[in-house]
């Protein structure tokens, strides 16, 4: 059985795609959801799914080792799922290739320090591309540098509000993510 933790700062919206995903598999099982953000709605949906959940300040990241041995004991696998925090070098060492991001555009392009959600999409947008899409990739100690694993695409019209390529977005990344997480990880 592999073991994933989830570590999410937002909505929740994949990590709950990624809990109902695997609720009933022999080989895949969520064993707990990590934020670094205590008001986050997605401890409540893991709350509401009966998965373990747990806030840790950003400090308890940076500087303790008290997320590491949490993700010791209870993952094989670390996914993040909107997880905002820059992952510290010795958790990326402790997990090599065995932390799996999703970027909400087609990376290279849009990736780095500050490059997530709306700001992603607006910075499409204003650039006039006409396709962007999602990239799930290996974490390295680099923002949004480590290994494609995968990249869906979805064409971007010129009526096309920011707003309008997020919704594109989502569905790519719910239809995606936790089939990519499956293959990746089995």
Not at 34 to 51: D, H, M, P, Q, T
Not at 134 to 163: C, L, M, R, S, W
């Amino acid at each position: 059985m592999k073991r994933l933790v989830i570590l999410a700062s937002g909505s929740g919206s994949n990590a709950e795609n990624i809990i109902r995903y695997f609720q009933n598999s022999d080989s895949v099982k969520v064993t707990s959801v990590i934020s670094n953000r205590k008001e986050a709605k997605v401890l409540e949906r893991a709350k509401n799914l009966g998965i373990s959940h747990t806030y840790f300040p950003k400090k308890a990241f940076l500087e303790d080792e008290i997320v590491l041995k949490h993700l010791k004991e209870n993952a094989d696998f670390v996914i993040l799922a909107g997880f905002l925090l820059k992952v510290p070098q010795n958790i990326v060492a402790a997990f090599p290739d065995k932390i799996i991001n999703i970027h909400p555009a087609l990376l290279p392009k849009y990736g780095g320090k500050g490059m997530y959600g709306m700001n992603v999409h607006t910075a499409v947008k204003e650039a006039g591309e006409t396709e962007t899409g999602i990239t799930i990739h290996y974490v390295n100690e680099n923002y949004d540098e480590g290994a494609i694993i995968f990249q869906a695409k979805t064409a971007v019209a010129t009526t096309d509000t920011p707003e309008d390529i997020a919704n594109n977005i989502h569905k790519l990344e719910h239809a995606n993510f936790p089939k990519v997480i499956e293959e990746a990880i089995l």
